[in-house]
């Protein structure tokens, strides 16, 4: 017989702290001081999880969103830096000593969401966006 546990594949979408968690953990391990091609690094992401479909628009919102955090964080320390040029848009991510921090702990928010939406839709208390 063949393997029941296929899975099938996911298409993230904005909000979504399960696709949330792999983009941070994506960006977290980009070369910090270096200006990196959005195209490329959503063509990268989906590289690295092959049973993901990430958009250049979900990626992007993740973005702003880190960079709100941070902002918050930090009170407004330009650390996570979106710019524009002939191919579209960048990203360059700062190296700073807080910055590793801020990703483990991003991450760790966006793995309690994802665990809470888990319990939520095990229990029965809720029920999944795409039902």
Same mark, same amino acid.
């Given at each position: 017989?063949?393997?029941?546990?296929?899975?099938?594949?996911?298409?993230?979408? @904005?909000?979504?702290?399960? =696709?949330?968690?792999?983009? @941070? *953990?994506?960006?977290?391990?980009?070369?910090?001081? !270096? +200006?990196?091609? #959005?195209?490329?690094?959503?063509? =990268?992401? &989906?590289? =690295?999880?092959?049973?993901?479909?990430?958009?250049? $628009?979900?990626?992007? =919102?993740?973005?702003?969103? #880190?960079?709100? &955090?941070?902002?918050?964080?930090? *009170? %407004?320390?330009? +650390?996570?830096?979106?710019?524009?040029?002939?191919? %579209? *848009?960048? #990203?360059?991510?700062?190296?700073?000593? $807080?910055?590793?921090?801020?990703?483990?702990? !991003?991450?760790? +928010?966006?793995?309690?969401?994802?665990? !809470?939406?888990?319990?939520?839709?095990?229990? %029965?208390? %809720?029920?999944?966006?795409? &039902?």
């Amino acid at each position: 017989m063949p393997d029941p546990n296929v899975n099938p594949p996911q298409v993230a979408r @904005v909000r979504d702290p399960f =696709a949330a968690l792999r983009v @941070v *953990h994506f960006l977290s391990r980009l070369r910090r001081n !270096e +200006r990196h091609q #959005l195209l490329d690094v959503v063509a =990268a992401l &989906n590289a =690295a999880f092959l049973d993901w479909s990430f958009s250049q $628009k979900v990626v992007l =919102a993740e973005i702003v969103q #880190l960079q709100a &955090n941070w902002g918050i964080s930090f *009170h %407004g320390d330009d +650390r996570i830096v979106l710019d524009r040029n002939e191919r %579209g *848009h960048t #990203l360059l991510i700062v190296d700073s000593t $807080k910055m590793s921090s801020f990703f483990v702990a !991003e991450a760790r +928010r966006l793995a309690d969401a994802c665990d !809470e939406e888990l319990r939520r839709f095990t229990l %029965g208390d %809720g029920v999944s966006p795409d &039902n």
